[in-house]
């Protein structure tokens, strides 16, 4: 069965940067774009990155655009989302999940895997 798990959320201040880890396991990763999304207090879920399974094509919210970078390495069955300057806004539980290949009108096809979400909180 199909496992994703994410890890390095936490508490940082406005400016500031984290790196967040999805680590997955049960499915073909190499074969599977990836995707993360984010979903604040009383908030819609929102996509904020997908990456191709070779890692060539990237697309990301126009929230997080020029801030945060995805990155995956197969051999680690790993995907990563790096979050710079980070604004208070950008507070939420963070989900990775499979298969993303792209933004929602791009990519019509929900995922069938989720991960169960790391909380990211940022400071003023």
């Known amino acids: 069965q199909a496992q994703l798990v994410e890890s390095g959320g936490g508490l940082v201040q406005a400016g500031g940067s984290l790196r967040l880890s999805c680590a997955a396991s049960g499915l073909t990763f190499s074969s599977y774009g990836m995707g993360w999304f984010r979903q604040a207090p009383g908030k819609e879920r929102e996509f904020v990155s997908a990456?191709?399974?070779?890692?060539?094509?990237?697309y990301y919210g126009n929230s997080v655009k020029g801030r945060f970078t995805t990155s995956r390495d197969n051999s680690k069955n790993t995907v990563y989302l790096q979050m710079n300057s980070l604004k208070p806004e950008d507070t939420a539980v963070y989900y990775c999940?499979?298969?993303?290949?792209?933004?929602?009108?791009?990519?019509?096809?929900?995922?069938?895997?989720w991960g169960r979400g790391t909380q990211v909180t940022v400071s003023s």
């Open positions: 999940a499979a298969p993303v290949n792209g933004p929602p009108g791009l990519d019509t096809n929900p995922p069938n895997y």
């Open positions: 990456i191709s399974w070779t890692g060539t094509s990237k």
